[in-house]
Structure formats: structure tokens, C-alpha cells
């Protein structure tokens, strides 16, 4: 059966499925394959790693955290070192969570969390929007590598915080205030922690922000922005706890953030230069 799957499904996104319960494991992949997309199964982290090791061509990882063995977060990790499997997104399906253990997940590398008991139709949304947004980045860094693809967005903002410095690599940072983002190397430079590279989502999130200083974006609108996911998908709690995470990362002060501001009832700023409290 698995490979006249793979066969009828030859240019379809593939999706690898981890999860150790042989019954959900078999439903979900059911479900998930009635979507048109190729499903690979596999019952531990260990043989996630395997499959990973010989087959390289998945657009998406959807994974258990709990598993026997080698759990998600470190199964992630190994991934997000592999060059070749580190943009691949990750999406995790567990029982309720703490936000200090999403922020671990976060740092490993996750992209999303949906809490079991989950709706498959809520699954199938978001894993839709995960892929399209898959493509989306694909295809901005096959553009960056001929010409610069990125070059109006950057524009926009070097109109307005111009820092010309003469070297041919300026078109590829944005700058504000004292926070320099290279659109190449996915680096960050931040005045009181030096240079720290950022996981796919927390870049997303802060390329669009610095795209856009000065603007406030509600959780919901980051959620279809960042996320590309459809009204009501997605919870603004993953927006909330991304930014606690990225601010722990990149402010001197977490609990005072002068980079990423909040404004309250409204969302999300970053480049206002009057003080909001
Ligand atoms: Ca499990």
C-alpha cells in the first residue's frame, strides 16, 4: 500500500508522520492521506531519524512530542543541525503544555504546536498553511541566490532608516535602531547580545516586523501574516509565547522589552520611537 501511495502521490508534498500509538498513528495518516499528500509513517524518534537519513524530500515534519526513546524536541534538534533538513517545519501534536516547555520546543526549532484532542479539519488548515509557506520561503531562497529578490521590501525600510555604509552586502540587512537583520545568513545583531541566528519562524516573524516599523499588528493578523494561517486557525497564544521567546533571546531587558513593544489592546511594534506604557 505504501508504495502505490507513493507512486500516485510522486509530486505531492510528503509528509513525515511520527507518533508511537500504532491507532492514532494509522487515522491520522488515513486522514492526512485523503488530502493527496504522500504520508510516511514512522513509530519512533529513532526511526524518524532513520527515514530522514535516507530520504530527504519532506516538506513537513508532524510529530508526536511524547515519544518513547528519543523524544520530539531532541529529534527536532538533530534536524535543525542538519543544514539539508534545517528549514523543514516541524509541527508538534501533544497534550497540554507549559509555555516554558513550548519556548524549549521554540528554540529547538518547532514551528508549531497543536494540543491533543485536536479537530482534523484545524490540522489539515494548518498544515496547509505550514506547506504554503514552505514554498513561499523555498522560493525566496532560490531568488536570493540569482537576484535580489528581496530588494523592494528592503528598500521600503532603507528609506527610513537609511545607515549607508558603502559595502555591497547593505542590501541585504535591515536595520533598526541598533538591531541589523541579514536576510542571508538569518542572523540577527543585537546590541547586548551580539549575533544570534534565528529559527525559520522567529525569522518570519521579525523580517515582517522590521518590514513594517512602526506598525502594530494584532496576534490574529501576525497569525495570517507570518503564519499565512486562515482566520480562526492557530491560536494568538503561539504568537504570544514566540514573542516572549524571541525578546528572552534578543532584548537586554526581557521584562522591560524597548525592541519588540507591546501596545496593549493592539498587538505588536517594533521601530516606534515615542514611548508606549
Ligand atoms: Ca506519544
Known amino acids: 500500500m505504501t508504495s502505490a501511495l507513493s507512486e500516485q502521490h510522486a509530486h505531492s508534498p510528503s509528509i513525515l508522520l511520527v507518533e508511537d500509538v500504532d491507532f ?29 537519513n535516507k530520504d530527504r524530500d519532506f516538506q513537513l515534519i508532524l510529530m508526536d512530542l511524547g515519544l ?68 513561499k520561503h523555498a522560493r525566496l531562497q532560490q531568488g536570493r541566490e540569482g537576484v535580489e529578490a528581496q530588494l523592494p521590501i528592503i528598500h521600503e525600510v532603507s528609506l527610513l532608516e537609511s545607515r549607508p555604509n558603502g559595502r555591497s552586502n547593505e542590501k541585504y540587512r535591515i536595520s533598526i535602531g541598533d538591531y541589523i537583520l541579514d536576510t542571508r545568513s538569518y542572523e540577527l545583531i543585537t546590541p547586548s547580545h551580539g549575533k544570534i541566528r534565528l529559527t525559520p519562524v522567529q525569522y518570519e516573524l521579525l523580517h515582517h516586523l522590521m518590514c513594517h516599523p512602526g506598525e502594530i499588528f494584532s496576534p490574529g493578523r501576525l497569525l495570517d501574516e ?20 524571541l525578546r528572552e533571546r534578543i532584548e537586554e531587558d526581557p521584562r522591560t522589552p524597548t525592541f519588540i513593544r507591546t501596545v496593549p489592546g493592539y498587538g505588536y511594534t517594533v521601530g516606534l520611537e515615542f514611548e508606549i506604557r
Open 24 to 52: 492514532n498513528r494509522e487515522i491520522i495518516a488515513l486522514l492526512l492521506g485523503g488530502q493527496g499528500w504522500r504520508i510516511v509513517s514512522a513509530e519512533s524518534g529513532e526511526a524518524a531519524i532513520a527515514i530522514l
Open 68 to 135: 518513547p526513546g528519543m523524544d520530539g524536541f531532541a529529534v527536532c534538534r538533530e534536524m535543525r543541525a542538519d543544514p539539508l533538513l534545517a528549514d523543514v517545519p516541524i509541527l508538534f501534536l501533544t497534550a497540554k503544555i507549559k509555555d516554558e516547555d513550548k519556548i524549549v520546543g521554540f528554540n529547538a526549532g518547532a514551528d508549531d504546536y497543536l494540543c491533543k484532542p485536536f479537530n482534523i479539519d484545524e490540522l489539515i488548515l494548518r498544515l496547509r498553511a505550514i506547506l504554503r509557506r514552505a514554498r
Open 226 to 245: 507570518v503564519w499565512d494561517y486562515p482566520s480562526d486557525t492557530g491560536s494568538p497564544d503561539l504568537v504570544r509565547v514566540h514573542i516572549k521567546n
